[in-house]
């Protein structure tokens, strides 16, 4: 101890001046600032359980704004993810369960199937649609007969897709060509939906490689590509 610090206790003890407390440098400042800031990108995506072991690593504030964020998040993502099935709608459900649907919060995107029953297309696009609804709940998927939906509506049209948003219509598609036709899978309705900006998901690959790969061989048997003759199934 210095004989400043010596002298300077002494007179505090004595009461003749009183004792100064100092404050953190503006070095210190800035390093619990730094600190803070770190935290927040460690932390940010971690979830409500994951938060609650981390107690004695953030500050109790800083915990509690995560936990207020995350709540908030959990709670925002419920009222999206409410759909999970394919709604089969008639001529007077049109404008609520599809039009005004579509407006709902900031903007639902609602996938309208026009369809005909016993049509292989529009089996196999109902078909990939439950699988689709059931995983992705924030997109509501619908069908309606196309007779009921447009008066005259030919067979031949069918299916016809009219996807919503916002109240008007965001995108119209005749047939199933884009999805690959009658080789279309869950997987080339999901893409193209991702590509639309309808779906906020990824996949880690092009699922229209594969299926264009696939060639038919006389007789009905398929292979990948034509070097693989041994590869047949």
């Keep these: 101890m210095s004989e400043k610090t010596e002298w300077e206790d002494a007179l505090v003890k004595h009461g003749v001046i009183k004792k100064t407390v100092k404050?953190?440098?503006?070095?210190?400042?800035?390093?619990?600032?730094?600190?803070?800031?770190?935290?927040?990108?460690?932390?940010?995506?971690?979830?409500?359980?994951?938060?609650?072991?981390?107690?004695?690593?953030?500050?109790e504030d800083i915990l509690n704004q995560y936990r207020a964020k995350r709540m908030a998040e959990l709670k925002k993502a419920a009222s999206k993810n409410k759909f999970g099935e394919v709604y089969q709608i008639g001529q007077t459900e049109y404008k609520a369960a599809v039009s005004e649907a579509s407006k709902e919060g900031e903007g639902v995107f609602v996938f309208l199937h026009l369809f005909v029953f016993g049509k292989l297309e529009c089996r196999l696009l109902n078909k990939h649609m439950a699988t689709a609804a059931n995983k992705f709940k924030y997109v509501k998927f619908c069908k309606i007969v196309g007779s009921e939906c447009i008066r005259g509506f030919p067979d031949s049209n069918a299916p016809t897709i009219l996807i919503y948003h916002k109240g008007d219509i965001y995108k119209k598609i005749e047939g199933i060509d884009v999805f690959g036709g009658k080789r279309m899978n869950e997987l080339t309705l999901t893409w193209r939906l991702i590509e639309w900006g309808i779906l906020n998901s990824e996949l880690d690959k092009n699922p229209f490689d594969t299926l264009n790969s696939i060639k038919v061989n006389v007789g009905g048997r398929r292979k990948l590509n034509d070097d693989d003759d041994d590869d047949d199934f």
């Design 23 to 59: 404050g953190p440098t503006q070095d210190e400042v800035h390093l619990k600032q730094l600190e803070a800031e770190q935290a927040r990108d460690k932390f940010d995506d971690l979830t409500l359980d994951d938060l609650d072991e981390q107690e004695d690593d953030l500050d």
